[in-house]
């Protein structure tokens, strides 16, 4: 079992930052890709960034591309989103996600475990 706990939400003005943590127990993070997902009120959950076990693959939804910076500590645990020029429109509760042996994958069907979530607010 992985437990996943993430961190770092808040609220923001549009083009402002913030990074999200996820803080993983239970299991080394090393064997799993690890995927940020998130969902609006009314919306169903989208895909956001992903990367690959090896953390060579990374890749990211059209709409965060260029903002939005994926990366991974295995010593620690640890993944992270680094997030900027937020927008209103990236306002949603943010998942972590991991999927043992993925390849960054961006299907939310293909992650095993799941975080509680961190809410993001970005006011305009």
């Known amino acids: 079992q992985v437990q996943l706990v993430e961190s770092g939400g808040g609220l923001v003005q549009a083009g402002g930052s913030l990074t999200l943590s996820c803080k993983a127990s239970?299991?080394?993070?090393?064997?799993?890709?690890m995927g940020w997902f998130r969902q609006a009120p009314g919306k169903e959950r989208e895909f956001v960034a992903a990367?690959?076990?090896?953390?060579?693959?990374?890749r990211y939804a059209d709409s965060v591309k260029g903002r939005f910076t994926i990366s991974r500590d295995n010593a620690r645990n640890t993944v992270a989103l680094q997030m900027n020029s937020l927008k209103p429109e990236d306002t949603a509760v943010y998942y972590c996600?991991?999927?043992?042996?993925?390849?960054?994958?961006?299907?939310?069907?293909?992650?095993?475990?799941w975080g509680q979530g961190t809410q993001v607010m970005v006011s305009s």
């Open positions: 996600a991991a999927d043992l042996w993925g390849s960054a994958t961006v299907g939310p069907s293909n992650y095993e475990y």
């Open positions: 239970g299991r080394a993070l090393s064997t799993y890709a």
């Open positions: 990367i690959s076990f090896s953390g060579k693959t990374a």
